[in-house]
């Protein structure tokens, strides 16, 4: 069974960065392309950023400038950096592959005060 930990968020005013990390428990992590997803309250949840195998990144559109994607092979371990932050980012961050295929992790909350 692969568990998802995602870590990293907190509370943060706009404009400010925060680093999230998403630990993957087993070696398949490096087999696939990884991606972060997140859910504002109210919203369904949605994809943010993704990276290959290969390390190829994609973004989507209101986080593109600002999100910088990463991943450690070694580590297990996927990596969203957020700069320029704003209120509308606020929402639970996960991680999962692209196309999901693992049960979800409890997720970490970013808030953005304006």
């Known amino acids: 069974q692969v568990q998802l930990v995602e870590s990293g968020g907190g509370l943060v005013q706009a404009g400010g960065s925060l680093r999230l990390s998403c630990a993957v428990s087993r070696s398949v992590f490096r087999s696939y392309a990884w991606g972060w997803y997140r859910q504002a309250p109210g919203k369904q949840r949605e994809l943010v950023s993704t990276?290959?195998?290969?390390?190829?990144?994609n973004y989507a559109d209101p986080v593109k400038g600002r999100f910088t994607i990463s991943r450690d092979n070694a580590k297990n371990t996927v990596y969203l950096q957020m700069n320029g932050l704003k209120p509308e980012d606020t929402a639970v961050y996960y991680c999962?592959?692209?196309?999901?295929?693992?049960?979800w992790g409890q997720g970490t909350q970013v808030t953005v005060s304006s």
């Open positions: 990276i290959t195998r290969t390390f190829s990144t």
């Open positions: 999962n592959t692209v196309a999901p295929l693992y049960d």
